[in-house]
């Protein structure tokens, strides 16, 4: 079965501008994570959303958000761009949402889409 | 203050030799994952552990969660080039959501 893909793959843009990210999770998953990476900082967690709902939220400003559509595709926009942002965003889908604690739930990751911002 | 860290953050080893990377922190998981991430690529899971003590081993590749379940290892026998990557553990807590990663451990095996 197809994988989870996150359009565009790479793009550029300038500080100021907002960008949106869209991430198409595997068939038949209802939960999609979003997370950043960095080589500074690693994988941070942005947020989760499961059946159209943000279910968690990692701690980032408010010019990070997201949303789920009803057939679980993920969209996440960044407004007023700073060159910090520059990144790769990492989508992320499971079979459900809720705790990934117990080990069950497991994520399965697109291959990014690299932002940088000029 | 980083939750997870790992240890080495970078690794270059010849084919053939055996490696060991560490992922430690002094808060308690339920569960312990590790991924291999590949440049131009997402992390891809590699095992999930979730008894403390718990071992598990994939081909040359092994896991162990601690006792206390706040630190795990990855031993990789026989290192072959295929294995370079960045290696990555992630803990989940609790009823988070979430799942929270360490920085990585770059490896490079040189043939």
């Known amino acids: 079965k197809a994988g989870v893909t996150q359009t565009p793959r790479y793009l550029i843009k300038t500080r100021g501008q907002q960008v949106t990210l869209s991430c198409s999770p595997i068939?038949?998953?209802?939960?999609v994570s979003w997370y950043q990476q960095t080589p500074g900082q690693g994988l941070q967690f942005l947020f989760e959303y499961f059946s159209e709902t943000q279910r968690n939220k990692g701690n980032f400003p408010g010019r990070f958000s997201g949303r789920q559509f009803s057939n679980s595709r993920s969209e996440m926009n960044v407004s007023t761009l700073e060159l910090g942002d520059s990144a790769l965003y990492l989508c992320a889908s499971s079979p459900r949402g809720g705790a990934l604690s117990s080990g069950a739930n497991v994520l399965t990751f697109g291959a990014g889409s690299r932002l940088t911002v000029l | 203050t980083q939750l997870l860290e790992q240890s080495p953050q970078f690794l270059s080893i010849q084919e053939g030799e055996n490696l060991t990377v560490y992922c430690n922190s002094s808060s308690v998981f339920s569960s312990l994952q590790w991924y291999r991430q590949e440049p131009g690529e997402g992390p891809v899971l590699l095992v999930t552990?979730?008894?403390?003590?718990e071992v598990k081993k994939l081909k040359r590749l092994t896991f162990q969660f601690g006792d206390a379940r706040k630190d795990s290892s990855l031993h990789i026998t026989a290192a072959q080039p295929g294995d370079t990557g960045l290696y990555l553990c992630a803990g989940g807590r609790g009823s988070q959501g979430n799942l929270i990663f360490g920085k990585g451990t770059k490896l490079s095996v040189k043939p």
């Open positions: 068939s038949g998953h209802r939960s």
């Open positions: 552990v979730v008894t403390g003590g």
